[in-house]
T-cell receptor, first 112, second 113 residues
C-alpha cells in the first residue's frame, strides 16, 4: 500500500502563476518530508526538506507541514517554464531502519 | 564535487540476456539505493545498502535482480535474465546517512526487446 499519496496527478499553470502540490502520509511513523523535482532525462533532485510544523521558504518555493494531519504541501510562486517537471514527495520513517518512500509524483506544465 | 555517476546511460538488450548497470555514489556517502522508474509504477526501491551492507532487497525483485556494493565507491545492479517488462529507467542514489537527502544519478534507460 502507498504510504505517501500525492495530488493532483498533473497540473498546468500560466507563466508567473502559482503552482501547488499536496502530499499526505498514511502512516504516522513517516513524519519527515522532502520534495524532489525531476526534469525529463534527468534523475530527481531534492528541492527542500521539512521536518517541523509550519512553513519553510526557499526563494520561490514554500513548503508547509502539518504533522497532526501528516499533510505537506509545496507552492511555487512566479512559476517559470523551466519549472515544468515531475515533482515527488518523499517521506522517511522515524522508526526501524528509517525507511524512505516516494509518492507517485505530480507533473507540472508551466505554459508560457 | 562529483555527483552520482551511472553507466551506461542507455542499454538495449535481447530477452534472456544478462546486463550489468554501474553506479558510483557521491564520495563520502554511506548509503546507496537502486530504484526502478516506470510511468505506471513510479519509483520502486530495488536495493538499499548501508555502509556496504544490504539493508533491503526490494522483495518482489529478488529473483532476477541482484545489486552488489563491491566497495564504498562502486555498485552494480545485475538483471539476469532480462525480460521485456524490465524496460524502465534504473536510478542510483546515495546519501550521507539513510536519514538524509538522496542524491540521484542521471539514470540508465533500459530497453529489453
Amino acid at each position: 500500500q502507498q504510504k505517501v499519496q500525492q495530488s493532483p496527478e498533473s497540473l498546468s499553470v500560466p507563466e508567473g502563476g502559482m503552482a501547488s502540490f499536496n502530499c499526505t502520509s498514511s502512516d504516522r511513523n513517516f513524519q519527515y518530508f522532502w520534495w524532489y523535482r525531476q526534469h525529463s532525462g534527468e534523475g530527481p533532485k531534492a528541492l527542500m526538506s521539512i521536518f517541523s510544523d509550519g512553513d519553510k521558504k526557499e526563494g520561490r518555493f514554500t513548503a508547509h507541514l502539518n504533522k497532526a494531519s501528516l499533510h505537506v504541501s509545496l507552492h511555487i510562486r512566479d512559476s517559470q517554464p523551466s519549472d515544468s517537471a515531475l515533482y515527488f514527495c518523499a517521506a522517511r520513517s522515524n522508526t526501524g531502519n528509517y525507511k524512505y518512500v516516494f509518492g507517485a509524483g505530480t507533473r507540472l506544465k508551466v505554459i508560457a | 564535487d562529483a555527483g552520482v555517476t551511472q553507466t551506461p546511460r542507455h542499454e538495449v538488450a535481447e530477452k534472456g540476456q544478462t546486463i550489468i548497470l554501474k553506479c558510483e555514489p557521491v564520495s563520502g556517502h554511506n548509503d546507496l539505493f537502486w530504484y526502478r522508474q516506470t510511468k505506471i509504477q513510479g519509483l520502486e526501491l530495488l536495493s538499499y545498502f548501508r555502509s556496504k551492507s544490504l539493508m533491503e532487497d526490494g522483495g518482489a525483485f529478488k529473483d532476477r535482480f541482484k545489486a552488489e556494493m563491491l566497495n564504498s565507491s562502486f555498485s552494480t545492479l545485475k538483471i539476469q535474465p532480462t525480460e521485456p517488462k524490465d524496460s524502465a529507467v534504473y536510478l542510483c542514489a546515495s546519501s550521507y546517512r539513510g536519514r538524509d537527502t538522496q542524491y540521484f544519478g542521471p539514470g540508465t534507460r533500459l530497453l529489453v526487446l
